[in-house]
């Protein structure tokens, strides 16, 4: 095994010295062009990376990305299951991504063979799972879903289908609350969107009385109650900017305030804290990814997402059927 390799294995990411006199910016346009590459990026990314990438968007209109996108190569600035949806997408294409080790706690809470148990318990139930899991867990699924589409999805069931919704309790425990359907839930969460503070929310909604707070829903309910607006990461972009308010409490990533100020930058955006004083509203796995990381994998074309012809043919059913329903309600 050469260096370069193991590199990959302990680190995740090619352990390379970066000059740091290069013109990160300028390389990274030039590899993209010499290998018709794009680089998609979420809004969870620093904001030097979203402002490099050929798109940003949030976790569905990524993916919608991924499938009509005409490059050879697609640098995915995001975390794994992302990518690994991109390639599901476009197996042909090839797939790098800054840092292999950019994964998602709400992902790892749902090991496939675990799960494939659990399933087994609920024989006449139809599975529905978020697009933040593992490509293995989207071949025991029937239909994957997003924070965009995950309502319209639900609504798509025939009322008499019974559904196991996996891997986010918090989301799961939202579209019961907004579809009316009863499900059964895996008990996931995402470590970010559950360390949210209710108490220090409403303090600083006393100190900011017009600021309208705004909510995604991987949040846990007691912090959902006090949004006046509960959306995916585009859904809560779009809202600041057609919301007549000045002011917004914003509880999700940090990332996303990068959108914000550049489409609002007379309003004033402030991140919802969380229960304790660490820097945890930003994702630990999204942020694994800086530019010189960006850089290196377009450079060398390392590393590199691959996943088996049977998970990809398995997978994508469950997506495919998950971009018909969005493309059916004029989800973009
Ligand atoms: P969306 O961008 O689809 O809202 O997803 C949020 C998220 O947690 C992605 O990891
Ligand atoms: Fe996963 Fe949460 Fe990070 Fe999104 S924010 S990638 S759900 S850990």
Redesign the pocket.
Known sequence: MNQAELDLIQNGYLDIEVDPTLDLVEEINKLKKEKNAVILAHY?QDSDIQDIADFVGDSLQLSQEAARTQADMIAFAG?HFMAETAKILSPQKKVVIPDLKAG????DSCPAPLFAKFKEKYPDHIVVSYV?CTAELKTLTDICCTSSNAVHVINSIPKDRKIIFAPDKNLGAYLIKKTGRDMVLWNGA????EIFSREKIVKLKHQHPDAKIIAHP?CEEPVLELAEYIGSTSGLLKFVQTDPARSFIVAT?AGILHQMAKACPNKTFIPAPPNNLCACNE?P??KRNTLEKLYLCLKYEQPEVTLSERVIREARAAIDRMLEISEKAGLK
Do not use: G, I
């Not at 998602?104 to 992902?107: D, R, T």
């Not at 995402?190 to 969107?193: D, F, G, S, T």
């Open positions: 969870y975390v998602c706690s709400l992902s933040n995402c470590m970010v969107h991987e990533e994702c796995h999204m």
